[in-house]
């Protein structure tokens, strides 16, 4: 019995060990990863997209994984809030544009175009990238 309490004094100090340690490994500490701001011009048929939104959901099928940055788009531009950008690496950008003249239904307005989705791979660091939704996406 005496050489039992050793070994749980090692486990409970190893276990200690392990939760101050844990904030350094894993997926970027409480956080997360670290997201970076994206920002750029969003037109469709050549006209700047009134409204609407950009998601920037990490590629799995390329082993990026994390959380979706998104952007609201207003007067033809978009910009990720902080703590709400894309992390780096590849990811599916998807796009919904509206027409900006809000109604009863629909507050961002008709829409524009069937949602478009492409890829980019995004650097680490902020970054801008203009976005022409092809008049095809309609």
């Not at 100090?13 to 340690?21: I, N, R």
């Amino acid at each position: 019995m005496i050489q039992a309490r050793p070994a749980i004094r090692l486990r409970g100090g190893a276990l200690l060990v392990a939760l101050l340690l844990s904030p350094l490994f894993g997926c970027g500490g409480a956080d997360g990863p670290t997201r970076f701001r994206v920002e750029g011009a969003i037109t469709y048929n050549g006209q700047p997209v009134p409204a609407g939104r950009v998601d920037f959901e990490p590629d799995k099928s390329k082993n990026n994984r994390g959380p979706v940055g998104y952007a609201k788009i207003e007067a033809g531009r978009y910009e990720t809030l902080p703590g709400k950008g894309a992390i780096s690496g590849p990811q599916r950008v998807k796009v919904r544009g509206f027409n900006g003249v809000a109604n009863a239904e629909m507050p961002d307005g008709d829409v524009l175009f069937r949602p478009y989705e492409t890829e980019v791979d995004l650097p680490a660091h902020d970054h801008s990238w203009d976005i022409d939704v092809p008049s095809s996406t309609n």
